[in-house]
């Protein structure tokens, strides 16, 4: 049957046919809810590609299409030394790239750190200061009292920013969970610059960047045929490469229109109106209890830091709603906290390969002091299933709408983040996604393929950091606030 897609079987064949008949039912439940089939995900395009045009317009929309000031992709001749500053949804990352003489090749030194919870929701002095503190010390390490005025910094800022220049930001708006006061509308690089500069650190930041920008960049530099740079992680975004001509919200600044110029997407806040994506109740309950209701609905519907919340709330409606069907004298408290459980736990229940879902059993006992049945261990595994193929098949739309957007028949596709590298399946589930929504004939190659990227905040950011002052070098001066301050970098 032609617009209904292949019928999504569990994984694990004549397992179910010991599960009594009304978990089988919620199981058929679930699958009602979580499935999306070909005919939806081609919808789903559909509207993506026209929120994706009018995110370029004027007027704008639910999707920022941020202007990024990266004016084309590397030749593989660039060099230099850069440092990067990599803030991310769960980890900061300081790191030294040295783009070396072979063609595409680089050095790199890095430091990781684990962004403290607490100062998720702090405030903005704690984050500056926690940011400086990671720098310095990685400073002091490896460069001790040398001069750094001439190091420049890429910083990965992978959250929506408003650029008029590429060294300059203004957060639109925290996601991935993140609630700090006092940064939102604000410029993000002077507040850095300023606390590294009362700290005998005069290093300037040569040009702030997205992840998904950075990752397109990164990748760009060692395979000439990506097009597109994505995130499937802690949070979701795209990165792809438009002309000037076609960004009616730059046409005020009379650049040649066949300038090309990276666009981060920011499409986690696709379908913010929910006019065509498929929410189930749990979909909305997230929204409602997170810090910024009303945003990121494609994001919270495949991002990694949602995934293993949606199957808790999943378990917790059945536990709510059909009082006796699940976990009977069990004490069920543990389940009930919010956000206990991330994405690596309905992961590792995808990963489980033992028939008899022993694994699985062992996970819900240590997290969560419950000892499911075996129908029950069942249904788990069943809904993990769900969840994640949602998310795969979800985040494929993003990449076939900017394809189709961009009339791009074929190419590569960098991916990068948490679930992209981790999750069970979701890069054979997106692959199949994007099989049904591109039309490709049964037997044909697939001709967009989603790949791992290169590492696009460290890597991406030091090159987008070289590509700028290359211009500027050049005398293009596009989105360059302070000409001679970037001179002093060269
Ligand atoms: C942010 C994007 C980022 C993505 C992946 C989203 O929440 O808004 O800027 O690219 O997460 O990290």
């Not at 609905?297 to 293993?308: D, I, N, R, S, V």
Request: aromatic letters at 8%; proline letters at 6%.
């Amino acid at each position: 049957m032609v617009g209904i897609g292949p019928k999504q079987p569990p994984s694990r064949k004549g397992s179910m046919t010991d599960v009594p008949k009304n978990l089988l039912q919620t199981i058929k439940d679930f699958e009602g809810q979580f499935t999306v089939d070909t005919k939806k995900l081609k919808e789903i395009v559909d509207h993506f590609v026209k929120e994706l045009e009018k995110g370029l317009s004027v007027e704008g929309g639910n999707i920022p299409m941020n202007v990024t000031w990266v004016m084309g992709f590397p030749n593989g001749d660039e060099q230099g030394t850069f440092l990067a500053l990599d803030m991310g949804g769960t980890n900061l990352r300081v790191c030294e790239i040295s783009l070396t003489e072979e063609q595409g090749g680089f050095d790199i030194t890095q430091s990781k750190y684990r962004i403290p919870e607490e100062l998720k929701t702090g405030t903005a002095e704690e984050l500056w200061e926690y940011i400086a503190d990671c720098l310095q010390q990685f400073i002091e390490y490896h460069h001790g009292e040398e001069n750094l005025a001439k190091l420049p910094l890429g910083f990965t800022f992978s959250y929506p920013a408003t650029q008029e220049y590429i060294d300059h930001g203004v957060l639109q708006r925290w996601t991935k969970g993140f609630d700090i006061e006092g940064v939102e509308g604000e410029d993000v690089v002077p507040p850095l610059e300023n606390i590294l500069k009362q700290r005998g650190l005069p290093i300037k930041i040569a040009a702030l960047i997205n992840d998904t920008t950075g990752t397109l960049i990164a990748s760009a530099y060692t395979d000439p045929l990506m097009r597109i740079g994505c995130i499937f992680g802690t949070g979701v975004n795209a990165a792809y490469m438009e002309n000037v001509g076609s960004v009616p919200k730059i046409a005020h600044m009379n650049l040649p229109p066949d300038m090309p110029i990276a666009i981060n997407c920011e499409y986690g806040a696709f379908d913010n109106e929910h006019v065509v994506l498929p929410l189930t109740k749990y979909d909305h309950i997230i929204d409602r209890d997170s810090p910024r209701p009303g945003q990121q609905a494609f994001e919270k519907m495949t991002a990694g830091l949602y995934l293993g919340e949606i199957f808790r709330l999943a378990l917790v409606d059945l536990l709510d709603n059909r009082p006796g069907l699940i976990f009977e004298k069990q004490d069920t408290s543990k389940l009930r906290k919010p956000y206990l459980l991330d994405s690596s736990f309905p992961a590792a229940i995808e990963q489980d390969p033992y028939e008899n879902l022993q694994d699985t059993e062992e996970l819900f006992e240590r997290v969560l002091n419950i000892k499911p049945t075996p129908a029950e261990l069942e249904l788990i595994r069943r809904l993990a299933e769900l969840i994640g193929t949602r998310a795969a098949r979800l985040s494929a739309c993003g990449v076939a709408a900017i394809c189709k957007k961009k009339n791009i028949t074929s190419c590569h596709v960098g991916a990068d983040g948490s679930v992209f590298t981790k999750y069970p399946h979701f890069k054979a589930r997106g692959a199949q996604a994007l099989r049904e929504i591109l039309d490709w004939a049964p037997n044909e190659k697939d001709k967009v393929t989603i790949q791992a990227a290169e590492d696009g905040s460290g890597v991406g950011a030091a090159l987008i950091a070289a590509l700028t002052l290359n211009r500027v070098k050049a005398g293009n001066l596009a989105g360059i606030r302070n000409m001679n301050d970037m001179k002093t970098l060269l």
